[in-house]
């Protein structure tokens, strides 16, 4: 049995079992139950599955804290992003102030969304009323979109710019909404987009006005296994994840060490 084998509701229990091995270094049925709501027979039923699971240094039942204890070398059976993380191991009640700072909303018009998904699918221009957030001019002009992008945060469109003659990045919320969005053939094939086409490979150290004993924390914090922390990402995104990473900033804890190029193999243009 693997986790695809489960259905949904049970493979995202198992999951969070999972997450309190690795991280709490311990679970009860109790987790369960109160997280989920289930009964006690389904949560040991989800105890069992788990187990199952695991193929060597499974969790031990340990009768004096009446709970399953992790093995030191235990091993998660799937990753765990940074918010999966503090959900195990946050431990306010729900009548309190949460723990975290909320995340910023951001909102995407339903409207504009449809108009670039059917230029995207359609390979297609439209006009577009775009505010530029360095001059603040409200300018109409006419795009490509080729496909959306997502930074982590908020969700962007990559487009060839006929009045830049290059491929940009936008984001919706600057298209002005209540524009007739006239769109057109695109009369001739678009160029290759080079940017999206190239893989950069971001070598990633410590910053250099670290103290020894500083550095060695910043490479506990990112999980350094090597001298080099290496980054892949397309060049075109290149941009957010200096800004998602605080690259640029004058604190950063991080600096770019080298930076190579390469093609990636089998790319299509960007408007196929």
């Not at 949904?8 to 270094?25: N, V």
């Not at 599955?49 to 998660?76: C, F, G, N, Q, T």
């Not at 910043?218 to 999980?223: D, L």
């Not at 093609?263 to 299509?268: A, D, F, M």
């Amino acid at each position: 049995m693997t986790l695809d084998d489960l259905k949904h509701a049970q493979r995202q229990r198992l999951l969070f079992l999972d997450r309190c091995f690795t991280w709490r270094g311990v679970a009860r049925r109790r987790d369960l139950t109160d997280r989920f709501g289930i009964s006690t027979a389904q949560a040991a039923n989800d105890f069992r599955a788990y187990l199952s699971l695991i193929a060597e240094d499974a969790p031990e039942y340990d009768a004096h804290l009446k709970a399953y204890v992790a093995k030191r070398d235990h091993r998660p059976i799937a990753p765990s992003s940074m918010l999966d993380v503090f959900g195990v191991l946050d431990t306010a009640s729900d009548d309190e102030l949460p723990a975290a700072l909320p995340r910023a909303k951001r909102w995407l018009d339903p409207r504009v969304a449809t108009v670039l998904y059917d230029a995207i699918s359609k390979q297609r221009k439209i006009r577009i009323a775009y505010t530029s957030m360095s001059s603040g001019e409200t300018a109409p002009q006419w795009v490509a979109p080729t496909r959306f992008i997502f930074d982590g945060e908020s969700i962007h469109f990559r487009a060839f710019s006929f009045k830049r003659g290059e491929y940009r990045n936008f984001h919706p919320a600057r298209i002005e909404p209540e524009n007739d969005f006239q769109s057109d053939e695109i009369e001739m094939p678009l160029p290759p987009d080079f940017e999206w086409q190239t893989l950069s490979v971001i070598w990633l150290r410590p910053s250099a006005r670290l103290s020894a004993a500083q550095a060695a924390v910043v490479r506990r914090e990112y999980g350094f296994s090597d001298e080099l922390l290496k980054i892949e990402v397309r060049q075109a995104l290149e941009f957010y994840l200096d800004r998602r990473w605080g690259l640029n900033d004058r604190g950063s804890q991080l600096e770019r060490a080298r930076t190579e190029s390469f093609p990636i193999q089998g790319s299509l243009p960007a408007h196929a």
